[in-house]
């Protein structure tokens, strides 16, 4: 069974980057996709980019589109976003998830989930 941990959160000021971390436990077939949550508080959970774990391929929502970017290390077996020009609208818990049925934005759709960690952009 895989296991996704997070980590690379913090508190930054507007117009900062951050970048966080996916380790995975376990092994992540070419078929997998990975896509990167957040959520913030009294909203719900929102699709940020995604990676096709063989092939590459990246997604990202209009909202991160040129500032985030999502890649992976498959020999470490790790998921990385990079977060730049942070907004205070990025603020939330950011979270890391597999989905076995290909790329989709829909997080009911990824069966293992990382605890998430906070990210804090001030004004």
């Known amino acids: 069974q895989v296991q996704l941990v997070e980590s690379g959160g913090g508190l930054v000021q507007a117009g900062g980057a951050l970048r966080l971390s996916c380790a995975a436990s376990g092994r992540i077939f070419s078929s997998h996709f990975m896509g990167w949550f957040r959520q913030a508080a009294g909203k719900e959970r929102e699709f940020v980019a995604g990676i096709r774990w063989g092939v590459g391929n990246t997604y990202y929502p209009d909202s991160v589109k040129g500032r985030f970017t999502v890649s992976r290390n498959s020999a470490e077996n790790t998921v990385y976003l990079q977060m730049n020009n942070l907004k205070p609208e990025d603020t939330a818990v950011y979270y890391c998830?597999?989905?076995?049925?290909?790329?989709?934005?829909?997080?009911?759709?990824?069966?293992?989930w990382g605890q998430g960690t906070q990210v804090t952009v001030s004004s």
């Open positions: 998830a597999r989905s076995w049925r290909g790329y989709t934005t829909l997080a009911r759709e990824y069966d293992v």
